[in-house]
């Protein structure tokens, strides 16, 4: 039942056999890195590592970064062999970045996936198997919205239920309060992932309805990442003409539609696994993980504007 970790796989048990354990990040990786994105210079139209030995390391990265919207704050996701998967956190302090540490909502004994800040930094939604309020129908993971003040974190609460009841995850927002996110359903006794999106109305969300059938074509359709003014979506997919493994593709809005999704070609793609797309605040960067250069995927950046010339 093992599968390399170069395919797409969220049987994540067993990534914690597969993937080496990892010291501590606080005790394993100091830095003095200073002022935004840890005084990186910038990505051009060439894909690079992002953030060696901060965020990429010998652990598995199993999401993209995400920043608040002024920058200060980013959390990712880390999976390791032994422990349940978690959030680690990193913040600027005056000019200089802390060490990453866990955030203070935390669940050090249930799964932490997949974090994303809304577009004013206001609150951070991510999937979690940590335990729900009774009679909430969800079966496995659920989406969490934790808010981010100030001065802290707040409490955690589950994501409206009229989307979040089977398995829910990799998520990410528009402006509007447009919610796009994958979904595992079971289809004759076999998983099959598929993209959802849910508006938001009247101070709660619609039920959720899957995205036309060009994106949602059967197979491998997950990690989906819609622009703040809903223009262009990615995602990861396993569809056949790909480079190998999992590809990222885009989507365009044209006339209040999905146009037909397109390879991103070798800028992007590898023979590798590509995944879990994200945007830095202001959309200037396009991140995303790949496993092009060992057997664990690194986190990369490039400019993001890759995306307009792929219109």
Same mark, same amino acid.
């Given at each position: 039942?093992?599968?390399?970790?170069?395919?797409?796989?969220? /049987?994540?048990?067993?990534?914690?056999?597969?993937?080496?354990?990892? +010291?501590?990040?606080?005790?394993?990786?100091?830095?003095? &890195?200073? =002022?935004?994105?840890?005084?990186?210079?910038?990505?051009?139209?060439?894909?690079?590592?992002?953030?060696?030995?901060?965020?990429?390391?010998?652990?598995?990265?199993?999401? /993209?970064?995400?920043?608040?919207?002024?920058?200060?704050?980013?959390?990712?996701?880390?999976?390791?062999?032994?422990?349940?998967?978690?959030? +680690?956190?990193?913040?600027?302090?005056?000019?200089?970045?802390?060490?990453?540490?866990?955030?203070?909502? /935390?669940? @050090?004994?249930?799964?932490?996936?997949?974090? %994303?800040?809304?577009?004013?930094?206001?609150?951070? %939604?991510?999937?979690?198997?940590?335990?729900?309020?009774?009679?909430?129908?969800?079966?496995?993971?659920?989406?969490?919205?934790?808010?981010? *003040?100030?001065? =802290?974190? =707040?409490?955690?609460?589950?994501?409206?239920?009229?989307?979040?009841?089977?398995?829910?995850?990799?998520?990410?927002?528009?402006?509007?309060?447009?919610?796009?996110?994958?979904?595992?359903?079971?289809?004759?006794?076999?998983?099959?992932?598929?993209?959802?999106?849910?508006?938001?109305?009247? #101070?709660?969300?619609?039920?959720?309805?899957?995205?036309?059938? @060009?994106?949602?074509?059967? &197979?491998?359709?997950?990690?989906?990442? +819609?622009?703040?003014?809903?223009?262009?979506?990615?995602?990861?997919?396993?569809?056949?003409?790909?480079?190998?493994?999992?590809?990222?593709?885009?989507? %365009? *809005?044209?006339?209040?539609?999905? @146009?037909?999704?397109?390879?991103?070609?070798? @800028?992007?793609?590898?023979?590798?696994?590509?995944?879990?797309? #994200?945007?830095?605040?202001?959309? *200037?960067?396009?991140?995303? =993980?790949?496993?092009?250069?060992?057997?664990?995927?690194? +986190?990369?950046?490039?400019?993001?504007?890759?995306?307009?010339?792929? *219109?």
């Amino acid at each position: 039942m093992t599968r390399p970790l170069s395919l797409p796989t969220h /049987a994540l048990v067993l990534l914690f056999f597969l993937v080496p354990a990892v +010291v501590i990040y606080a005790q394993e990786n100091t830095h003095t &890195s200073q =002022g935004p994105y840890f005084g990186l210079v910038p990505p051009g139209n060439e894909a690079v590592v992002f953030a060696k030995n901060i965020i990429s390391t010998d652990a598995y990265e199993h999401s /993209a970064p995400a920043f608040s919207a002024d920058g200060k704050t980013v959390l990712w996701t880390v999976v390791e062999r032994d422990r349940p998967a978690r959030l +680690v956190e990193i913040t600027m302090e005056g000019n200089n970045w802390s060490q990453p540490h866990a955030p203070s909502f /935390a669940d @050090s004994l249930h799964d932490d996936f997949y974090p %994303f800040f809304s577009i004013d930094g206001k609150q951070l %939604f991510f999937s979690s198997r940590r335990p729900l309020p009774s009679g909430l129908p969800v079966k496995d993971m659920a989406l969490w919205a934790v808010e981010h *003040k100030a001065d =802290g974190w =707040g409490v955690p609460v589950p994501v409206d239920t009229t989307i979040s009841h089977t398995v829910e995850y990799a998520h990410s927002l528009s402006r509007r309060g447009t919610l796009f996110f994958s979904l595992r359903e079971m289809v004759n006794g076999k998983a099959r992932w598929s993209i959802y999106t849910a508006s938001f109305l009247n #101070g709660s969300y619609a039920p959720s309805q899957p995205l036309d059938t @060009s994106i949602n074509d059967g &197979s491998y359709v997950d990690g989906p990442l +819609v622009a703040p003014d809903e223009s262009f979506l990615i995602f990861e997919s396993d569809r056949p003409g790909g480079m190998g493994s999992t590809d990222l593709y885009i989507c %365009f *809005k044209k006339n209040g539609q999905w @146009s037909a999704p397109k390879n991103m070609g070798p @800028s992007i793609n590898s023979p590798k696994a590509e995944r879990f797309a #994200g945007l830095s605040p202001g959309g *200037k960067y396009l991140f995303f =993980g790949s496993n092009r250069s060992g057997e664990l995927p690194d +986190v990369y950046w490039i400019s993001a504007s890759i995306i307009d010339s792929l *219109k």
